[in-house]
């Protein structure tokens, strides 16, 4: 990997989102060589990706690349890689660039989309779990309106339209409330020729309501403005099987719909090698201070761990705030430990929970109180728009979500790259 050697101890974090890349950022200008590997070469903000896939925000706007971000650090590597197997006993990495030894390790690769074991549906369903693949929905669902446009067969027509988003969390939500207003202001107006009342817009969950971590008064908001969207909630539903055209759910009422959007589940995303006592729940399993049980060296942080405690009996919430204040913690414990001192252990700080579902409505709930509909949306943007990463992305943004508000827009209906279904 060409990473030169050096009198200070090596620290291998694998991951720059929320948790490694606050980490790698705070551990600059201490006296250890830190070396990041991402499989992309940028940090890309989750939660806005569904704005990218219903042609709100260009992706460049919600990404910002590691070298920028380190170009002034001299102790931080950055190399591209994926990495596919550790080595613990050998405190060795392996990845597709090559190996690395290190001194300390720690992996935070983050999460990535479960499909429950449902072959048919891993194939043909649309995760979001990264930038690309939210271009891909773009494309697929401005796609299937072109190909709407060329067929009198109603029961394609109904297809090619339908659309299923599969999972009623904040991104199911805010994806649905995003689409039911592109069919409302704008698909008219690009499609006259087609009749939008033949789109329909499903939202399935397994639950009796959406956003299940939130206060129930908080889902009846977002379940009661869906609705006046016009989005079909089918709750207490499940979905078993899809074939490209129609989706099939246990009640035995499939819908047509030529595009499946999958926000229904996350698994840790674990490279090869962590040997299953490591492990709980499909998560690598850590003590207090994020270190692996066996491999002191080893650290977790972020959806790819999981600390087990009275008060959370199956983990924290695999959400950005835990992997923030994880890689906040581990910084200061690392600089302890470089010093021989003792580390503290992880306490998490509830900071609210928060969904947007559309032009003006949104719900936030904090741990003492909640807010809904205009200042809950206001406090959404200032908070989304806070935490990216880079000036100009902050600013980017701001403009667009301006522009798009005026003016009733989203100018980025743009088939770039078109995406290939596969068989
Ligand atoms: C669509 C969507 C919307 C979300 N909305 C919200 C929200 O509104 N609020 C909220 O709090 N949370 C939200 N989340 C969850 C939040 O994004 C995650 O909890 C958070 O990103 C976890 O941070 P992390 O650092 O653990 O992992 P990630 O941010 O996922 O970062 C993992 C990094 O590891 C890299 N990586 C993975 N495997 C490898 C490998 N083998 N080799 C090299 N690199 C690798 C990835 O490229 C990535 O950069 C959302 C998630 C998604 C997908």
């Not at 190399?79 to 050998?90: E, K, M, S, W, Y």
């Not at 994806?175 to 107006?189: C, F, Q, S």
């Not at 499939?254 to 492990?279: D, S, T, Y």
């Not at 667009?400 to 790259?417: E, F, G, K, M, V």
Request: aromatic letters at 8%; a positive charge.
């Amino acid at each position: 990997m060409n990473i030169p050697t050096s009198k200070h101890p090596r620290l291998v974090i694998i991951g720059g989102g929320f948790a490694g890349l606050k980490l790698a950022k705070s551990l600059s200008g201490q006296p250890v060589q830190v070396v990041l590997l991402d499989q992309h070469n940028y940090h890309a903000f989750q939660p806005l990706f569904y704005q990218v896939a219903t042609a709100g925000l260009e992706p460049g706007s919600i990404a910002y690349p590691f070298r920028k971000i380190f170009s002034a650090s001299k102790q931080v590597f950055f190399r591209l890689a994926c990495v596919n197997f550790i080595d613990l006993p050998n405190k060795q990495i392996k990845a597709d660039i090559g190996n690395l030894s290190y001194d300390y390790l720690v992996i935070a690769t983050g999460a990535t989309t479960n499909f429950f074991g449902n072959k048919n549906i891993e194939r043909l369903a649309m995760p979001m779990k990264s930038v690309s693949e939210a271009l891909n929905i773009r494309s697929l669902m401005l796609q299937n309106l072109e190909k709407a446009l060329l067929t009198n067969d109603a029961n394609d027509k109904d297809s090619l339209m339908g659309i299923v988003i599969v999972g009623g969390g904040p991104t199911g939500v805010e994806l649905a409330g995003a689409i039911a207003e592109l069919k409302r202001d704008i698909l008219p107006k690009d499609y006259p020729d087609l009749d939008m009342r033949v789109m329909d817009i499903h939202l399935i969950d397994s639950n009796a309501r959406v956003l299940k971590e939130f206060d129930e008064r908080s889902s009846q908001v977002a379940m009661s403005e869906l609705i006046k969207m016009g989005v079909d909630l089918r709750l207490n539903e499940r979905v078993t099987d899809y074939d490209g055209k129609t989706i099939q759910c246990a009640s035995g009422q499939n819908l047509p719909a030529a595009m499946v959007i999958w926000a229904a589940g996350v698994k840790a995303n674990i490279p090869e090698g962590i040997p299953e006592a490591q492990l709980t729940g499909g998560r690598i399993s850590v003590n207090a201070y994020n270190q692996l049980i066996d491999f002191p060296e080893v650290f977790a942080i972020g959806d790819v761990a999981v600390m087990i405690s009275e008060e959370y009996p199956r983990g924290h919430p695999m959400v950005a705030q835990t992997a923030l204040q994880q890689g906040a913690l581990l910084s200061r414990n690392m600089k302890q430990l470089l010093q021989g001192l003792a580390m503290q252990p992880f306490h998490y700080k509830n900071l609210g929970s928060m969904a947007t579902i559309g032009r003006n409505k949104a719900v936030v709930d904090f741990p003492n109180f909640r807010l809904k509909g205009w200042w809950a949306w206001c406090m959404w943007l200032f908070v989304h728009v806070f935490q990216l990463i880079g000036f100009r992305n902050k600013v980017v943004v701001m403009i667009s979500w301006a522009q798009n508000y005026l003016r009733h827009a989203r100018d980025l209906r743009l088939i770039i790259r078109p995406f290939k279904q596969s068989n």
